[in-house]
Structures are given as C-alpha cells and as structure tokens.
C-alpha cells in the first residue's frame, strides 16, 4: 500500500512566523509532488508542485523535495490568519494518474 | 481564470437510488478524474479517465459506479443503488496531461439517507 504521511498537528504560529510543514511518501517510483490547501467544507486548492530535488519559490511559498529521503516539505513565509487551513500533501506515482493524498496538516495562524 | 465547475452542490437521496453527479472541466483539460473524502478522513482517488475511456480506477470504484462524457464539455459519475457509505464529498478535477497538477472543483456533498 502506497502512503503518504503527515503530522495532523494541529499546528499553531504566530501571525508573521514561518510555518513548516512535512510529509513523507513511501514510493521511490513516485515522480510528482503537489501542495494544496483545503479550508474546512471546501476543495483542495493547488498552492505549489515540484518535480526535482531542491527548492522552488511561489511568493510566500517555498516547496522542498528530497527523493532520497522520501521527504517534501512546505514552507509559509509571514504567515497570515488567512493561511488558516488543512495543507494537503499528494503525490503522483510514476506511471500512474492516481493522486495519493495524506491525511492534511491542520494549520492555525494566531494573530 | 478557468475552473472546474460541479452540480449540484448538495444531493440528498434515499438509499438504493441512483444519482448522477455531473462536473465541466476546464475547458483544454484532456484528463479528468473522480476524488471522494468521507467526512473527516483522506481525499480518495476514484477514477480517471483519458480519451473517452477509464484510464486508471481504484478498489473502490466497483460495479455501481460508472462515469461517461456525454458531450463535449460534461464529465459525470454515476452511482447506481447508492448505499449509507457513499455518503461524502465528490470531487472532480481536470489537468492537461496525465503528470501536471490536477485542478479540484467545489465538490458536490452526497448525503444518502
């Protein structure tokens, strides 16, 4: 069973912090990576993808990947209240179409 | 800037109904998928579907869902004699290609009664 994991947290910062987030997937053949963020009743929201090992920047938003150690992780910069919300972790198996979603970080930025 | 849209936003059906859940892609998407996430659990993967056919599907898929494009711009799943445990949130999402992000719609919450 192919799985991706994160800590549910809930994770807490202060407004103007940097929020970490982590996840770790268990398929070496997986190719693709994907951030999205969900508020509570809503659809998952695409924030951020990355293919290569490094880092790629979007504005506030900064992804991590490492195929070595099966690790991508999302960084949030100035952290607002309106970051509030589940981050999603998925990630796209070579070869296949299929998303494999963890369950979500729940993320509260104090004001 | 283009989204996918879905109806209805909210279906209430009895048990042992049929219901169609009907999503337009975006509009040069050429893969479209089906998500579902029970209340307070994992978003799920369904099914996906290329060039007029199921490309990939999972364990849960089973013989009493079906999907089709029936024209040119609807993509729908359909549920056949739907049971307690259907009941959750279904997503539809498009993407160019098989690899690139897949973009989400608002979802459509079924709730079997």
């Known amino acids: 069973q192919k799985e991706v994991e994160q800590n549910s947290g809930p994770l807490s910062v202060p407004e103007g912090a940097i929020a970490s987030l982590n996840c770790t997937y268990s398929?070496?053949?997986?190719?693709?990576f994907f951030w999205y963020r969900q508020y509570s009743g809503k659809s998952p929201e695409l924030i951020m993808f990355?293919?290569?090992?490094g880092d790629k920047e979007d504005g506030r938003f900064t992804a991590q990947l490492n195929k070595a150690s099966q690790y991508v992780s999302l960084l949030i910069r100035d952290s607002q209240p309106s970051d509030s919300a589940t981050y999603l972790c998925?990630?796209?198996?070579?070869?296949?179409?299929?998303?494999?979603f963890g369950k979500g970080t729940k993320l509260t930025v104090n004001p | 800037e283009p989204e996918v849209t879905q109806t209805p936003s909210h279906q209430v059906t009895q048990m042992g109904q049929e219901v169609i859940l009907r999503c337009v892609p975006i509009?040069?998407?050429?893969?479209f998928y089906w998500y579902r996430q029970i209340l307070g659990q994992k978003v799920e993967f369904l099914v996906s579907?290329?060039?007029?056919?199921?490309?990939?599907k999972s364990e849960i898929f089973d013989d009493q869902f079906s999907v089709e494009r029936p024209d040119g711009s609807n993509f729908t799943l359909k549920i056949r004699s739907t049971k307690l445990e259907d009941s959750a949130m279904y997503f539809c999402?498009?993407?160019?290609?098989?690899?690139?992000?897949?973009?989400f719609g608002d979802g459509t919450r079924l709730s079997i009664l």
């Open positions: 398929d070496r053949g997986s190719q693709s």
């Open positions: 999402a498009s993407s160019v290609s098989g690899d690139q992000p897949q973009h």
């Open positions: 509009s040069n998407h050429l893969y």
């Open positions: 998925a990630v796209l198996q070579g070869g296949s179409e299929k998303l494999v």
């Open positions: 579907f290329y060039n007029n056919e199921i490309s990939e």
């Open positions: 990355i293919y290569s090992n």
